[in-house]
């Protein structure tokens, strides 16, 4: 079992920036790929960002070009996915999640963060 706590969200204004980070703890040597996902009031939840163990990452379409996510070396106990998010919009407002899988597929249902919101003003 992977336990994961977000950070990080705020209020920021159009145009500023934001870096989440999700801290991973439990069995993190299964962990193959992690992502971050988001809710906007009254929407579906949706992918973001995601990177996997050879260090591939993968973007919506949304945010390509504004925000990366990346992830250092699993250390000790903990492993730590980040999304830097720049030129934030009023619609990138939404509660991130993040998710980690023990296999290349994502989302994996067992293992989602609590969340943190973001709201970004205009």
């Known amino acids: 079992q992977v336990q994961l706590v977000e950070s990080g969200g705020g209020l920021v204004q159009a145009g500023g920036s934001l870096r989440l980070s999700c801290a991973a703890s439990?069995?993190?040597?299964?962990?193959?790929?992690m992502g971050w996902y988001r809710q906007a009031p009254g929407k579906q939840r949706e992918a973001v960002a995601s990177?996997?163990?050879?260090?591939?990452?993968?973007?919506?379409d949304s945010v390509k070009g504004r925000f990366t996510i990346s992830s250092i070396s699993r250390d000790n106990a903990k492993n730590t996915v980040y999304l830097q998010m720049n030129s934030l919009k009023p619609e990138d407002t939404a509660v991130y999640y993040c998710n980690a899988s023990p296999t290349r597929v994502l989302p994996d249902a067992n293992n989602w963060g609590k969340g943190t919101l973001v709201t970004v003003s205009s």
């Open positions: 990177i996997f163990s050879n260090g591939v990452t993968h973007y919506a």
């Open positions: 439990g069995n993190i040597r299964e962990i193959n790929a």
